[in-house]
């Protein structure tokens, strides 16, 4: 990758054959006593795949996974762009400031079933904490500690999604 471009992207994740998957963590809506089941592994292809299945049974409804590898600088970054392949469900994205942050700021997007490069405004982020909408001012950082990918569609669904990288971009 040239200079130039290195000034316009920022490479946060970059899933590859090798990639150690250490720091993407699978939290469930077990941690309220819900029974979803969820996974992350890189496959064949070099691609990170998030699959499972979203259960309602005790109070559940959820399935996530948390990429934490410390502060990540994004810069002025106005958007996100990930490439992936999900499997025509709706999923969120994530990201927060600071570990310490209660709330998350979400993104909301459909997949088709086929590759897509999915083009996030870092202004069309929402903050919300355990599913409701704050009043807080939109996401206005040069830097991230944790983002996210979670389901929760209201339904008993099994998901795949396949994700090849994440970067930010100003």
């Known amino acids: 990758m040239n200079n130039f471009v290195m000034i316009l992207a920022h490479f946060i994740y970059s899933f590859t054959i090798d990639s150690d998957i250490n720091s993407w963590r699978i939290i469930n809506d077990g941690v309220m006593g819900g029974l979803s089941q969820s996974s992350i592994n890189v496959n064949a292809d070099g691609n990170g795949v998030f699959q499972g299945s979203v259960s ?70 929402y903050p919300a904490f355990r599913g409701r909408k704050l009043n807080y001012p939109p996401f206005d950082s040069e830097h991230i500690e944790e983002m996210a990918f979670l389901i929760s569609n209201k339904k008993e669904e099994k998901f795949r999604l396949e994700i090849a990288e994440i970067r930010f971009e100003k």
Not at 100 to 122: C, M, N, R
């Open 56 to 125: 309602l049974a005790n109070n559940g409804g959820f399935a996530s996974v948390r990429y934490r590898d410390g502060l990540q600088k994004i810069g002025e970054a106005t958007s996100v762009k990930i490439r992936l392949k999900g499997d025509g469900k709706k999923y969120q994205f994530r990201i927060k400031e600071t570990l310490g942050q209660a709330h998350s700021y979400v993104y909301i997007f459909d997949t088709s079933g086929a590759w897509q490069e999915i083009k996030i405004p870092l202004l069309d982020m």
